[in-house]
């Protein structure tokens, strides 16, 4: 993913989430060296996931299916993707927060092995200025 792609990145992104990452918030992660990939097939964007690398962890701050393209294995080609590089890195984690409501993702999550390990309260927006709470999630890497 690179600056000049994050007009496609957008529109799939508000298209996605009733609380969509802003341009800024691609923008800083780009900045960050943050590793950030799409996925794309015939000149559409399928998804893409951004992940921020720590000292022997990795966390995905954003993965994304495009509405039209989910429920068509493009999540786990992704999640493969991000393991593989994590590996790559030295990661022996991969880490993530997903909304206690989202049993779609929740399921693709566990599905890949990600087990849950703890809750982080009120942490994502909700509508009309609530907070939703968020499953925090990882997963052991093997070498």
Known sequence: MLADSLDRVLQVE?????HPWSRANFIDALHSGYQAQMITGRGELLGYF??????DEVHLLNIT?????Q???WARVMLDALGIWARGQGAQW????????????IQVYEA????????RKAYYPADRGQREDAIVMSLALEH
């Open 14 to 18: 508000q298209r996605t989430y009733a």
């Open 50 to 55: 951004v992940a921020m690398k720590g000292v």
């Open 65 to 69: 299916v495009a509405p039209e393209y």
């Open 71 to 73: 429920g068509q294995g």
């Open 94 to 105: 991969l880490w993530l927060e997903v909304r206690v409501h989202n049993a779609r993702a």
């Open 112 to 119: 890949h092995g990600f087990r849950r390990v703890g809750m």
